[in-house]
């Protein structure tokens, strides 16, 4: 399947500061995603980001607290801002590509703990 | 609206046993896509199949198979002779058929083999 190259694959963060995780697609894609799971729960989507345009945020989720850029159609990256041990989560970032099976990427994830 | 229910939050059963994991979806597209991934406490999503709401013939891949009702909106998953190595949280997911959609998934069955 594609790869997706996802970085870091886990951080240890102060409350506070901010995290930057980036993901690098092996090929052109038009849309990626950026999902949050919480421990124990289900993956939530976060926003959609389309290379050239803002990225669309989901209901519960902000640009301030999770900026998102997409300067090309094989990169983007995701910002946890402001953090606080309630954004200990699994974050990853995915992308659809047609004409495969599987359709959609994912990268490995990245485990961020908030202390 | 979408939505993907899986009830069983947990399954525990012992090596060899076969199991099945429930999924009942929902959603007004005439057209989709149904998913089934295995995420492994490494926290990767493994790709496991993508079926499209046209095909509603069951698939078999090795141990795994899938049995897809369209008149139930069910989309159940069975793993033959389980293993230790199954032992992992499944996630069904529901998309529409552009790539432009996202994933909706469903809070996941945590598989329990042991020895």
């Known amino acids: 399947s594609a790869v997706i190259s996802q970085k870091p694959s886990r951080d240890i963060c102060q409350r506070g500061t901010s995290l930057t995780i980036q993901c690098q697609v092996d090929s052109q894609v038009t849309m990626m995603f950026w999902y949050r799971q919480q421990p124990g729960q289900s993956l939530t989507l976060i926003a959609t980001?389309?290379?050239?345009?803002?990225?669309?945020?989901e209901s519960g989720f902000v640009i301030d607290k999770f900026p998102i850029s997409r300067p090309n159609l094989t990169f983007s990256t995701l910002t946890v801002s402001n953090m606080s041990p309630e954004d200990s989560s699994i974050y990853l970032c995915?992308?659809?590509?047609?004409?495969?099976?599987?359709?959609?990427?994912f990268g490995s994830g990245t485990r961020l703990t908030v202390v | 609206a979408q939505k993907v229910t899986q009830a069983q939050t947990e399954i525990s059963v012992v090596e060899k046993e076969d199991v099945t994991l429930d999924c009942v979806y929902e959603?007004?597209?005439?057209?989709?896509?149904l998913f089934w991934y295995k995420q492994p406490p490494s926290g990767e999503l493994v790709f496991l199949i993508r079926?499209?709401?046209?095909?509603?013939q069951n698939e078999i891949s090795g141990r795994y198979s899938w049995n897809f009702q369209k008149s139930t909106s069910s989309f159940n998953f069975t793993i033959t002779a389980s293993q230790v190595v199954d032992s992992a949280v499944y996630f069904c997911a529901l998309s529409a058929p552009s790539g432009y959609s996202t994933l909706t998934f469903g809070k996941g069955t945590m598989l329990l083999v042991s020895p």
């Open positions: 980001a389309n290379q050239g345009s803002e990225a669309t945020y």
């Open positions: 079926r499209n709401s046209f095909d509603e």
């Open positions: 995915s992308a659809y590509k047609p004409g495969t099976v599987y359709g959609y990427t």
């Open positions: 959603t007004r597209d005439t057209t989709y896509y």
